[in-house]
């Protein structure tokens, strides 16, 4: 259940690879910097809190996950939600939220759920990454264009329009740096892989901004001087009414990030060829968002872009994520002052170029290419996301999918007479091979039999004309059966009771034939008349007819 990779991998551990771990821990700490300073900035915290976010989850999630190459941090798929929770509760509220978060995080990994996110469609992950990755980008129009507007609305039709009023107010300098920054994370892979181009955008477009004294705001200017220590932890003990106020919240923030770091560590297992352990992995990010919030930091996940990223340069145990965040540790305690004079139409360049890569256009293209459903689910989660909330859109996008899911089942459901059999040595049969005698009906079920198909029951009397003595009902095809579908059949035996029909059953599979015996129907209909082959059932349907007779 709790078997962090670091133990496993320290088993074995070479100076070779601990020499690549630390050059890519390296790597993946520059990286991080500009992303975790955006990624807070548009939360509506301070860009320290993205940095000690980086530092204490980072490290913890390295120390204690169930990833050989997790990098936990800041992601943008928390800006939506942050920013809300830090609107209405404050950041103390924000605190609060992410520790109840944690602790929810540990119970599931302690309940096994660490499987779970295979249960989550891919439709509903499209769709609200997608919505996600539209709110990020309209929450950075503001600083990209270097709008004069006092407070922007959080919600996104609102948002727009606010923008619309004010858009008399670009700054043009702003703008100008904006696209520099894009146009150099763009292009910079041409000119070097290595070296990340958000990092060369941050170091270049401050330094053009400062060396001209160019007239943008900056993060200096808004938020002033940054700390250039680690806070020390902080708890505040907190009411039973405060603690519910806050569960659902904390509850979003839970679930997005069981899914966001379990989605990661599945990517990183197909880059690298491992397997992580999933549960383990919950459990540390439980740990981390609990630590980063002692700390006064924000939610934290796994980070896909930072693992990939972490992968490509030689990273493969743990060691590389710790030394990534002593890196970011490093950079605060040391070079925190310069973090001041980078302009904040540079931050907002950076995360236009993580919202459209975040966007999964290709993805979301192809989904639309499917069946009418998975469109449905999709465009549905998509627009929940953008004009309500993420835990409105993850609910209904689930929701939605599994009454998909029950009616395609329902619709592959059948109860039909049968035409055919397979006999013992497994070539066909035509069921003209067995006397079937002119007052018995034998119908085969195809599909699994549960509530949203139970109702497959009531098309029989419909399909003939006259009452039969024996009805045979043929189960080969029935892999399971639930509460609903067996009160079905329940009744289904009492109306052929009633109308004085025999009801035979052949074919049972394990899981029916349970169900049957613990809701006592097996007992009902009688151990004589539940057969495993269709000769069997025959034979006792004769037996029947010549007691009548």
Known sequence: MFSPKLFTCLKTYSKDQFISDCIAGVIVGVVAIPLAIAFAIASGVSPDKGLVT???????????????????????????????????????????????????LILMGLAKLGTAVKFIPHSVIVGFTSGIAVIIFSSQVKDFLGLRIASVPAEFAEKWRVFGEHIHTVNYDALGLGLLTVLIIVFSPKISKKIPGALIALIFVSFFSALF??????????????????????????????????????????????IESLLSAIVADGMTGGKHRSNTELIAQGVANIGSALFGGIPATGAIARTVT??????????????HAVTVLVILLFLGKWIRFVPLACLAGILVVVSYHMSEWRSFREVLKWSRGGRSVVLTTFLVTIFVDLNAAIEIGMVLSAFIFMKRMADITNIKVIAREFGEDGEDRPLSSFVIPKEVEVYEINGPLFFGA????????????????????????????????????????????????????????????????????????????????????????????????
């Open 213 to 258: 004294n160019i007239p943008v705001e900056t993060i200096g200017s808004r938020f002033g001087a940054l700390p250039n220590t680690l806070p020390l932890p902080h708890f505040s003990p907190v009411g039973i009414s405060r603690i519910r106020e806050l569960f659902q919240p904390a509850l979003t923030i839970a679930l997005l990030g069981a």
């Open 310 to 323: 972490n992968i490509k340069n030689g990273g493969r145990t743990p060691i590389a994520g710790i030394v």
């Open 54 to 104: 980086a530092i204490i989850a980072g490290f913890l999630v390295s120390v204690l996950g169930g990833s050989r190459v997790q990098i936990g941090g800041p992601t943008g798929a928390f800006v939506v939600i942050v920013y809300g929770i830090v609107q209405k509760y404050g950041i103390d509220g924000l605190v609060i939220a992410t520790m109840i978060a944690g602790i929810l």
């Open 454 to 549: 139970a109702n497959r029951f009531d098309e029989i009397d419909l399909q003939v004309s006259e009452k039969p003595k024996v009805r045979i009902l043929r189960f080969r095809d029935v892999p399971l059966i639930d509460s609903t579908g067996m009160q079905a059949l329940k009744s289904f035996y009492t109306k052929c009771k009633n109308k004085q029909i025999h009801l035979i059953i052949t074919g049972l599979h394990v899981q029916p034939l349970n169900e049957m015996v613990k809701s006592n129907l097996y007992d009902l209909i009688g151990e004589e008349n539940v057969f495993s082959n269709m000769k069997d059932a025959i034979e006792r349907a004769e037996g029947l007819l010549c007691v009548h007779q």
